[in-house]
C-alpha cells in the first residue's frame, strides 16, 4: 500500500530529516514509527500526507507515486486518510461539530448522515456535550480528542497518527488506541509515530525505528490483537 524507495528529505535549513529510508507497508497492516524528538518522525508523515514533499528517492501509494498525482487523485487521496497531528489544526472560529464534520462535508454528505457520524465520533471520544463549544474553550487535551474524532469520523483506509496521545493522560491514551484497534479491526491501515515507548511496550506490532533521520531498526512481531 504505501512504499518509501531511498527517500531523502532535506529542509531549507540543510537540516536532513530523513536519510535513504526505505520501507513498505501493505494493506491493513498496523506499524509504529519511534524514535526520539527530531528523528524524522513527523517528517514521514507529512510526506505520506502529502503535506511536505521528498528531496529525493519516491514515496508511493497503491503503486502511484505521490509526487505524481493529479489534482483530482490528491484530493481522493485525502479524503481516504484520516490525520491526526501532535498538535491539531482546529478552526477556531468554528465549533467542535463543525471542525469533525468538515470531512464529511468535503465528501457530500447528507446533512442526517453527517450529524449522526459527527455525534457518534464524538461520544466515542468523550466530547458529546462539548459540541457547540469553540476550540479555544477546550483544554489542550480537549482538542486533541477532537482532532482524533475529525480524523475517525469517515472511517478512512488509511489513518496516520503523529504522537497523538501527546496531551492526553494515560487512560485517555488507551481509549484513544482502543478506537483505532475498533478501525484497523474493520480494514484501516494504521501507522502511528511516537517516542513513548511505555505506550506501546505491550502492543506486539510491526515498529519501524528512526534515528537522525536514519531507518535503523526493522521489527516484526506476530499478535492476536485486532484479528
Not at 104 to 129: F, K, N
Request: net charge positive; charged share 20%.
Amino acid at each position: 500500500m504505501i512504499r518509501f524507495d531511498h527517500v531523502s528529505k532535506r529542509y531549507p535549513t540543510g537540516q536532513a530529516a530523513l536519510r535513504d529510508v526505505s520501507f513498505s507497508i501493505e494493506k491493513n497492516e498496523w506499524v509504529f514509527i519511534t524514535g526520539h524528538s527530531g528523528a524524522g518522525k513527523s517528517t514521514l508523515i507529512k510526506l505520506i500526507a502529502c503535506i511536505e514533499t521528498a528531496s529525493s528517492g519516491v514515496v508511493s501509494l497503491n503503486g502511484h507515486g505521490l509526487d505524481r498525482l493529479s489534482r483530482t487523485q490528491l484530493a481522493r487521496h485525502r479524503q481516504n486518510m484520516g490525520v491526526i497531528f501532535q498538535h491539531p489544526t482546529l478552526l477556531h472560529d468554528q465549533p467542535v461539530f463543525d471542525n469533525v464534520a468538515l470531512p464529511l462535508r468535503v465528501a457530500a454528505l447528507s446533512r442526517r448522515e453527517i450529524e449522526r457520524s459527527v455525534l457518534t465520533a464524538l461520544d466515542q471520544v468523550g466530547l458529546l456535550d462539548r459540541r457547540h463549544a469553540l476550540p479555544a474553550a477546550l483544554s489542550g487535551g480537549e482538542q486533541q480528542r477532537v482532532g482524533i474524532a475529525r480524523a475517525m469520523v469517515a472511517k478512512p483506509a488509511l489513518i496516520l497518527a503523529d504522537e497523538p496521545t501527546g496531551n492526553l493522560d494515560a487512560s485517555l491514551s488507551k481509549n484513544m488506541l482502543e478506537l483505532l484497534f475498533t478501525l484497523h479491526r474493520s480494514g484501516a491501515t494504521v501507522l502511528l509515530a511516537t517516542h513513548d515507548l511505555t505506550l506501546i511496550e505491550d502492543l506486539p506490532y510491526r515498529r519501524l525505528h528512526l534515528a537522525v533521520g536514519l531507518l535503523e531498526e526493522r521489527l516484526v512481531l506476530k499478535s492476536e490483537h485486532g484479528a
